[in-house]
C-alpha cells in the first residue's frame, strides 16, 4: 500500500495562535519591529498542513516540510490573534501540495504553497544516521 493511500484532496486543519514576544521579527533581529515574524508564519503554516493529513498516514510515517512559497501580506503585533490554515491541494506517491492561508483577527495575512513529503520514519532515520553515535 503507498503511504499516500488515504489523503485526499481537501483535507484540512488549522493552527491558532497568540503573537508572542518571542515570534516577533524584533525578537530575532535587534532594531526590528515586534511584530509577528514571517518565519514563525511559515512555521505554524507548515503545522497546520502536517496536521491535516498526519491522522491519515500509515504507521511510522510521518510527513516533512520540503518547499515553502508564501506572501506576508500583513503585520500582527503581539497579543494578536493568528489562525494558519492548509488545505490539501494535490497528492502523488512521495509528497502533497498544500494551499497555506494565515489570518489575524482584521484580515488575511499571508498565502501560498506548501509541499510536504511522505517519509517512513525508521527508513529515514538509517539513511540519514540519526541514531548513528557520534565519535
Same mark, same amino acid.
Given at each position: 500500500?503507498?503511504?499516500?493511500?488515504?489523503?485526499?484532496?481537501? =483535507?484540512?486543519?488549522?493552527?491558532?495562535?497568540?503573537?508572542?514576544?518571542?515570534?516577533?521579527?524584533?525578537?530575532?533581529?535587534?532594531?526590528?519591529?515586534?511584530?509577528?515574524?514571517?518565519?514563525? =508564519?511559515?512555521?505554524?503554516?507548515? =503545522?497546520?498542513?502536517?496536521?491535516?493529513?498526519?491522522?491519515?498516514?500509515?504507521?511510522?510515517?510521518?510527513?516533512?516540510?520540503?518547499?515553502?512559497?508564501?506572501?506576508?501580506?500583513?503585520?500582527?503585533?503581539?497579543?494578536?490573534?493568528?489562525?494558519?490554515?492548509?488545505?490539501?491541494?494535490?497528492?502523488?506517491?512521495?509528497?502533497?501540495?498544500?494551499?497555506?492561508?494565515?489570518?489575524?483577527?482584521?484580515?488575511?495575512?499571508?498565502?501560498?504553497?506548501?509541499?510536504?513529503?511522505?517519509?517512513?520514519?525508521?527508513?529515514?532515520?538509517?539513511?540519514?544516521?540519526?541514531?548513528?553515535?557520534?565519535?
Amino acid at each position: 500500500m503507498e503511504p499516500s493511500t488515504n489523503l485526499a484532496i481537501g =483535507m484540512a486543519a488549522a493552527v491558532s495562535i497568540v503573537v508572542t514576544p518571542d515570534m516577533t521579527v524584533g525578537y530575532f533581529v535587534p532594531g526590528m519591529p515586534q511584530v509577528y515574524a514571517t518565519p514563525m =508564519m511559515i512555521l505554524h503554516m507548515e =503545522m497546520a498542513a502536517g496536521l491535516a493529513i498526519a491522522a491519515a498516514l500509515p504507521p511510522d510515517y510521518v510527513s516533512v516540510g520540503m518547499s515553502v512559497d508564501i506572501r506576508h501580506l500583513a503585520a500582527t503585533p503581539i497579543g494578536g490573534r493568528v489562525r494558519a490554515l492548509a488545505r490539501v491541494k494535490s497528492v502523488d506517491s512521495k509528497s502533497v501540495l498544500f494551499e497555506i492561508e494565515a489570518w489575524n483577527d482584521l484580515r488575511k495575512i499571508g498565502a501560498g504553497t506548501h509541499r510536504r513529503g511522505i517519509v517512513n520514519v525508521p527508513d529515514f532515520e538509517r539513511r540519514s544516521g540519526v541514531h548513528q553515535a557520534v565519535s
